[in-house]
């Protein structure tokens, strides 16, 4: 496996960068230059944030805002931040004791290194800080100190750039963290400084004096030798809620539950349809034997009671006997009706299947109440549209049928 690690400050233009090519066979190869001199040859590419680009935070969410994408957490560090929340890209580093621990990073800035790294064929597979790859161990924070600029570990997940300080003073950042940690009860047993530039050594004495706290010496840091997957990545957006297993194991039950449900619900609807298919095939096999007992001539049976009616209208037409819905027994009845009510207009006359309709010149309600009551006496059906019962404007239409 080959590890390409580059380091890569934010606040530059994503032109030229410092890298080094971790290779378990081929060793350790350095450089610095244009990002399309870059080795491509790496089976993982680790970007390293400088320190000051990356703001490590906490704060104590409720319980829904732990159930947010780590999009909307930045909203909840809007105070610590100088620019839109909607600007930054926000990684749930994890919790320490109730806070919630996560790291925020200019989007924009990020995104550009990536797409400017991707044009000279380098893909990243992962997001490093710096910070958080400082050695650490349990009751010591760790300080990378150039002498101009400085960034502590005080823990798995925190850390962040300080001030500067100098030989005799350190940075006032760490005494603000020790301050923060003393109202805790979490002050460290030391602090291991890593010195990046020898001629800014400072004073020892003077710092554990001003700090309160043991200072030791220590190797000095390097984010090119730190082993593969180092740190902590600030790349993952780890604020995507998930449900606990006694929330899932809840919801199990309930599902169970809607799925018992929903199943005797089917099975009682598959009774229901069974139930009616059989009471509607005995039924059409009483109606199938109805009609070939009086119609035993009948070569076939598609729709008995279509049939039936049309077998006796034609036995009815065949002995004189017409039926109430033909065309002249209906006329008969309608020319009956009007004729007692002489006011009455007929402007057109039409029938079809058993259905005749009248249109009349319009004329008052009481007129057309009268020429409803009428036909209704004559046997009629009558539909009578809501026109037909007020004062008429243009034409009124009756609808009637034979019962």
């Excluded at 500067?164 to 003073?169: L, N, S, V």
């Excluded at 990545?233 to 998930?242: A, F, M, Y």
């Excluded at 598609?302 to 065949?318: G, I, S």
């Excluded at 029938?351 to 007129?367: H, I, N, Q, T």
């Amino acid at each position: 496996m080959s590890l390409l690690r580059i380091f890569c400050p934010l606040s530059t233009a994503p032109t030229s960068c410092r890298w080094v090519l971790l290779d378990e066979h081929a060793g350790v190869h350095s450089g610095s230059g244009a990002l399309a001199q870059l080795p491509n040859t790496a089976s993982r590419v680790e970007l390293v944030l400088a320190a000051s680009q990356v703001l490590i935070t906490r704060t104590r969410l409720p319980r829904v805002g732990r159930r947010r994408s780590a999009a909307l957490l930045a909203y909840a560090a809007e105070e610590q931040l100088a620019s839109d929340p909607d600007a930054n890209q926000v990684s749930m580093l994890g919790r320490v004791g109730d806070d919630d621990v996560f790291a925020v990073v200019d989007r924009q800035r990020l995104q550009g290194w990536r797409d400017a790294l991707g044009a000279v064929g380098v893909q990243v597979d992962a997001v490093y800080c710096e910070t958080l790859m400082l050695p650490v161990q349990q009751g010591e924070w760790s300080l990378a100190w150039s002498g101009q600029e400085g960034y502590v570990r005080i823990g798995e997940l925190e850390g962040g750039a300080t001030d500067c300080g100098d030989r005799q003073t350190p940075p006032l950042v760490l005494q603000l963290l020790l301050e923060q940690a003393r109202a805790r009860d979490a002050v460290p047993a030391s602090i291991a400084l890593h010195v990046t530039t020898p001629a800014a050594r400072p004073d020892p004495e003077a710092w554990q004096q001003g700090l309160g706290v043991s200072v030791r010496f220590a190797s000095e840091p390097d984010w090119r030798m730190a082993p593969a997957l180092a740190g902590i990545r600030i790349d993952q957006e780890r604020g995507h809620w998930r449900p606990s297993v006694a929330m899932l194991a809840r919801w199990r039950h309930i599902g169970w539950i809607l799925l018992a449900a929903l199943l005797l619900h089917s099975a009682a609807l598959l009774v229901d349809r069974v139930r009616l298919a059989s009471e509607q095939h005995e039924l059409r096999q009483q109606m199938e034997a109805r009609f070939r007992a009086l119609f035993p001539d009948a070569v076939a049976v598609a729709d008995p009671a279509l049939q039936m009616r049309r077998q006796l209208a034609q036995a009815r037409r065949a002995a004189n006997q017409p039926d109430a819905g033909d065309f002249p027994a209906m006329l008969g009845k309608v020319a009956a009706a009007l004729a007692e009510v002489p006011a009455a207009e007929l402007r057109a006359l039409s029938y079809e299947d058993g259905r005749m309709v009248l249109e009349f010149a319009a004329a008052d309600g009481a007129l057309m109440r009268r020429v409803e009551a009428r036909l209704a006496q004559a046997g009629l059906d009558v539909d009578a549209p809501q026109e037909a019962r007020r004062a008429g404007r243009g034409t009124v239409t009756l609808t009637l049928r034979s019962p």
